[in-house]
């Protein structure tokens, strides 16, 4: 944050522009307020990414020198990275933070779920997660996503209302217009809030940088033992692969994207610093998702097809 | 295109919309700006060829990059409102891209309501049509500040000069009488790529800038002394930790112009005063902050403030009012009428009103009112007398797009009904009232 005229950066045209980091940052925490402002009980949804990393450091630059008044929630797959809960759990304690974990093994385990053939569990979050929010009473619930991820994401609101079955509807959408966010709701109805809506992958990463927060590891390139399915390089472990017919190698890799372990594809990268990562991503000829994710390659519209079941 | 991180961080943020009717290739302008800037990754190409073919088609369609919804590629036509993001090595750009269709007129106020320019397209062939001036009219109604005319499909028309002036020179005219402060008009070919990135060579005529190459140098206003403070409350922070007994801070987004350490204050609606001792930036303490700043403020006193006040200069603060006047754009479905009860959000502050008088609709084709007509429906626009149930900080719109807009709420179901800007001119004065109250089709 720049309060003089001689550190504001080149090619802004008046002293008292803001560079587009501080633009979006100003924007976001204006969000994370206004939900503390009107809701009883958000809740930020909190996987250890590098989104809802970044969520968590703007509410708590938002509330400073106060605690951040949200409760974190985590819908476990039972196939997270080990490096990535480790992080949860240490930036949970740390700032002194509550934890809910919804477990999707658990469902499992209580037969309410059952396994898909594919062994891809992303899709079978969305029932932990719209019961977790319906038993903890959660009115607001913040998500890291990004317009810029998908094409329905793009259509998504910065305050999205769900009914009580959790489910998004994109024709019912409240228009949203300045900065006047309507975040009214019937008991049992929850709002959705995107404070990263229009921040990219690439703002995203630079503010990393500036804000020098600390990642799990697995976004930096590593060596890793990996196996190939459907094109995408996926991490061997007891989650179900590799399968016969699947060659284990050991590649210098890192993610894109964290999400389950069965559906989430590395990259192969020699990016280990925060500048690599980002000249890496600048000159990337594919998308974030592309790249990275199995379960959006179902179908030409999976992703509204499970948002409107409730998925974020 | 190459950028340097460096030259990333620095850029600064140009939020805008663009409105255009259903078949003068706003989708293809869209695509062009996204492709030409790299915005449009391999996978996603791959990803419309693929549904392109699917559905026989030969080229792929580029329509189907920003129609994301499973009825808007059924349909082939945008319904509702997306944000599309795209850098230049000099800026970032949040794009709007809202729908074309009549009835979505609402969904282009929304995406004017935070644009600081606004891209109307028309089709060289057809020139200014009752589509035209209704984009023209909601930037104007919205006061989005600068405002391009794209002439598109000069291929179509030999790339002739006259073809472009006359069109140029009419909406000119008429978004003049409007009150759109600056135009740019700029002939293009968004399928030839004619002036949208490149500078065309098949119309030499032009010295103007390319589409870009405008969206890259148009002065976002900053224009700090032309504005009093305003600093709604959003959020009061009171740690009452050992590190921080006493700590009580007011946070909020500066909505217009600039808070100094030192300077006077007054707290409205109390009216209550005192002096700012302390900004925090997120995280750092500075004597200077400014719109669009998210800050932390300390005051002097002890004062009773929660959230819904507004800090303002004590020089410069705005009068207080419980009767509105105020332009409004109905944006649901149920309509809304004379004497129906609401709500009204205004920056941080929520009260209940009700509705005392409806005395126009406007008509945006040739700018008529129609009066009295009673209520409002999806995508009238019309003049509103509301009272409200306590007083209210409020601004002009035409002096501050952030304290002079507001939102009437449904109490019952909380739906978005209308979107306010206070204030009694609509744009220009020019404006003819109409006894007839037929016809109408907005």
């Not at chain 1, 372990?261 to 000159?283: K, P």
């Not at chain 2, 302008?29 to 026989?56: C, M, N, P, W, Y």
């Not at chain 2, 004619?194 to 870009?212: F, H, K, R």
């Not at chain 2, 305003?230 to 740690?239: A, E, G, L, N």
């Amino acid at each position: 944050m720049t309060t003089t005229a001689a550190t504001v950066g080149e090619g802004m045209d008046s002293p008292y522009a803001l560079s587009h980091l501080d633009a979006l940052e100003s924007e976001a925490v204006h969000i994370f307020r206004e939900v503390a402002g009107e809701f009883e009980r958000p809740v930020i949804l909190f996987s250890g990414g590098k989104d809802s990393i970044v969520m968590l450091h703007l509410a708590l630059k938002a509330f400073a020198p106060a605690p951040v008044p949200f409760t974190l929630l985590h819908v476990d797959t039972g196939h997270n990275f080990p490096e990535v809960l480790e992080y949860r759990d240490r930036t949970v304690a740390e700032h002194g933070l509550r934890l809910h974990v919804a477990s999707v093994q658990e469902y499992i385990d209580a037969g309410k779920l059952r396994e898909r053939p594919d062994g891809t569990r992303n899709p079978l979050q969305t029932v932990p997660l719209t019961e977790a929010i319906q038993q903890h009473r959660f009115d607001a619930v913040f998500g890291g996503g990004r317009r810029d991820e998908e094409k329905a994401r793009a259509k998504e609101r910065v305050f999205s209302l769900r009914d009580e079955f959790s489910a998004w509807d994109p024709r019912r959408q409240r228009p949203e217009l300045w900065q006047l966010y309507n975040g009214r709701h019937a008991p049992g109805e929850h709002v959705r809030v995107f404070p990263l809506s229009n921040w990219t992958e690439l703002d995203v990463w630079q503010y990393i940088a500036r804000e020098k927060i600390e990642l799990p590891g697995i976004y930096y390139a590593h060596e890793r033992e990996v196996f190939q399915r459907s094109g995408m390089w996926l991490t061997a472990g007891e989650w179900g692969g590799p399968k016969e017919h699947e060659q284990v190698e050991t590649r210098l890799i890192r993610y894109r994207t964290v999400g389950d372990m069965s559906c989430t594809g590395a990259v192969d990268s020699d990016a280990t610093t925060l500048d690599a990562v980002i000249a890496e991503i600048a000159a990337s000829r594919l998308t974030e998702r592309g790249a990275t994710r199995a379960d959006d390659k179902m179908s030409e519209a999976a992703m509204e097809d499970r948002k409107r079941e409730g998925y974020f | 295109m190459t950028i340097t991180t460096e030259q990333l961080s620095a850029t600064t943020l140009l939020r805008f919309a663009t409105a255009g009717s259903v078949d003068d290739g706003k989708s293809t302008l869209v695509g062009r700006l996204l492709h030409d800037s790299k915005s449009v990754l391999t996978d996603q190409l791959e990803a419309v060829e693929a549904a392109s073919l699917k559905r026989g088609q030969e080229a792929p369609d580029l329509a189907l990059l920003t129609d994301g919804l499973r009825a808007e590629r059924e349909q082939g036509i945008t319904i509702d409102v997306a944000y599309r993001y795209f850098a230049t090595a000099r800026r970032r750009f949040i794009l709007a891209d809202t729908p074309g269709h009549v009835q979505y007129t609402r969904n282009m106020v929304t995406g004017a309501s935070t644009a600081e320019l606004a891209v109307v397209l028309v089709d060289a062939r057809n020139g200014v049509v009752e589509q035209t001036r209704r984009h023209a009219a909601v930037a104007a109604l919205l006061r989005v500040p600068h405002v391009v005319l794209a002439v598109n499909k000069m291929d179509l028309v030999e790339y002739a000069e006259p073809v472009f002036a006359a069109i140029a020179e009419e909406f000119t005219a008429y978004a003049a009488s409007l009150g759109v402060p600056e135009i740019t008009a700029i002939p293009i070919s968004a399928l030839a790529g004619d002036n949208v990135v490149e500078p065309s060579a098949n119309m030499d005529w032009y010295g103007g800038p390319t589409v870009l190459e405008h969206l890259e140098t148009v002065p976002v206003s900053h224009d700090l002394a032309g504005c009093p403070a305003r600093f709604p409350v959003q959020y009061v922070i009171r740690p009452q930790t050992a590190e921080h007994p006493d700590y009580r801070g007011y946070a909020g987004q500066i909505a217009s112009g600039a808070l100094r350490v030192g300077e006077d204050v007054t707290v409205l609606p109390s009216g209550r005063k005192s002096t700012i001792t302390g900004i925090d930036a997120l995280g750092e303490s500075v004597d200077i902050a400014w719109a669009p700043q998210s800050v932390t403020v300390t005051l002097a006193d002890d004062l009773d403030i929660s959230r819904g006040d507004l800090i303002a200069p004590s020089g410069s603060a705005p009068r207080t009012t419980q009767d509105v006047e105020a332009t409004v754009c109905h944006v649901a479905d149920q309509p809304l009428s004379v004497g129906q009860r609401v709500l009204l959000k205004h920056t941080t502050r929520t009260v209940k009103a009700i509705v005392k008088e409806i005395p126009s609709r406007l008509t945006l084709d040739d700018l008529s009112q129609h009066p009295d007509p009673g209520q409002l429906v999806a995508n009238d626009i019309g003049r509103v007398k509301v009272r409200t149930a306590e007083p209210l900080a409020l601004d002009a719109y035409r002096d501050s797009r952030r304290t002079g807009s507001f939102l009437l709420i449904d109490p019952a179901d909380g739906t978005t009904l209308a979107a306010g800007m206070a204030g009694n001119s609509f744009a220009a004065e020019t404006v003819k009232v109409v006894a007839d109250d037929e016809g109408w089709d907005f």
